[in-house]
Structures are given as C-alpha cells and as structure tokens.
C-alpha cells in the first residue's frame, strides 16, 4: 500500500520550488502536485491523458477549449485528453492535485 499526506506534499513541492512534482505512477495513473503562484502564468500545454485536478487551495480561472470557469478550493475538474487548457487571472497561490489516466507520458 502507498498513503500520502496532502500538506506533506505540498512542503516537499514548496521545498523544490518547481510547479510540477510527481509522487505516485503505475502504468494506469499518475498524480502530482502543480503550483501556481498568485499572478503567475500557467505554462503547460495539451496532455495526450485525461486529467483531474483537485484544487486544495487558491483561486483562479481554468480556460478549457474556449470556456473559462472559476475555480477555488474544494473544486474537483475533469479535463479531456488533448484538450487545450491552462490556469490564468490567479489571484490566490493554486494549489493542485492532479491524477493523469493512463499515467503522464510529457511534462505539465
């Protein structure tokens, strides 16, 4: 069995200062952390999987193929594969758990 604290993690990121830390992978799932900071741009680009974010905490916008939607903590959000997506208007730090299905092939 694996387990993973949420606050463990999101120290072990802040620790590494990257946006992206990957903490768990099989060949069906992968999950990570992804950090934005508050008036920061989001730089990722389309996945090949599926992908969920759970957001921890912050506030923001998703732009998903030309709609945008607000997002803050508690919000859990479905986006398809080789969807053109990104996080922009940040107004508080993002704090991401993100689960890729299958597991990520690229980078975030």
Same mark, same amino acid.
């Given at each position: 069995?694996?387990?993973?604290?949420?606050?463990?993690?999101?120290?072990?990121?802040?620790?590494?200062?990257?946006?992206?830390?990957?903490?768990?992978?099989? $060949?069906?799932?992968?999950?990570? !952390? *992804?950090?934005? +900071? @508050? #008036?920061?741009?989001?730089?990722?680009? $389309?996945?090949?999987?599926?992908? !969920? *974010?759970?957001? +921890? @905490? #912050?506030?923001?916008?998703?732009?998903?193929?030309?709609?945008?939607?607000?997002v803050g903590p508690g919000d859990i959000l479905f986006v398809?594969?080789?969807?053109?997506?990104?996080?922009?208007s940040i107004t508080e730090d993002l704090k991401l758990l993100?689960?890729?299905?299958?597991?990520?092939?690229?980078?975030?």
């Amino acid at each position: 069995m694996d387990a993973f604290s949420l606050p463990g993690l999101l120290a072990e990121q802040a620790a590494d200062g990257a946006l992206w830390r990957e903490f768990f992978r099989v $060949p069906a799932l992968s999950l990570g !952390i *992804y950090v934005l +900071a @508050a #008036g920061t741009d989001d730089p990722q680009t $389309p996945h090949a999987e599926d992908e !969920i *974010y759970y957001v +921890a @905490a #912050g506030r923001g916008q998703l732009h998903v193929d030309g709609e945008d939607r607000a997002v803050g903590p508690g919000d859990i959000l479905f986006v398809a594969a080789h969807a053109v997506h990104r996080f922009h208007s940040i107004t508080e730090d993002l704090k991401l758990l993100v689960f890729f299905a299958p597991a990520e092939t690229g980078g975030s």
